[in-house]
C-alpha cells in the first residue's frame, strides 16, 4: 500500500512539474506582423499585426524593441470629439486565449528611427518585453503603403 501512495505522489509531483514547464514556456504569438514603409523618406513608421496569447495566463507587453530602430513605442489612435489623436500605451494586456490587433487608424507600433533603409519584402524583428519579465518575438514584413 505504502509503494502504491509513493508512486501515486510521484506521479502527482511528475504531473504538476510537466504542468507548471508547460505553463512557463507558454508564449506569446506573433502572426501577421508587417511594418508599412512611408512613401518618402522618414524617420519613422508604423508596424502592425495580431498578438495573440495561447497561454492560460494574461500577459502584459510593457514595451518593444528592435535592433532595426532607435525606439519602438506602443501607440493608439482614437477620435476624440472629431479630432484623431495618438497615444502612448505603456502597457498591454492580452487575456488567456484573446488577441490585440494592431492596425492602421488604431492600435499600433511607432518605429523610430530606422538603423538603415528597408525596402519592401525585408524582414524586421520586433521584440516584445512582458510584465513578468520574459519577451516574445515577432517577425514583420515590409511593405510599401497600400500594399
Sequence with gaps: MNATRIRLGLLALTMAASSAASAAQCSLKIVDGWVRLPPAAMPMMAGFGRIEN???????????????????????????????????????????????????GGLHLMLMEPAAALKPGSKVAIEFKLKDGGTALGEFLVKKAGE
Excluded at 502612448?88 to 486565449?97: F, H, M, W
Design 54 to 104: 495561447p497561454c492560460a495566463t494574461p500577459a502584459t507587453i510593457t514595451g518593444a524593441s528592435s535592433v532595426a530602430f532607435g525606439e519602438v513605442e506602443m501607440h493608439e489612435t482614437r477620435v476624440v470629439d472629431g479630432v484623431s489623436r495618438m497615444r502612448a500605451v505603456p502597457e498591454l494586456r492580452i487575456a488567456p486565449g484573446e488577441s490585440a490587433t494592431f492596425k492602421p
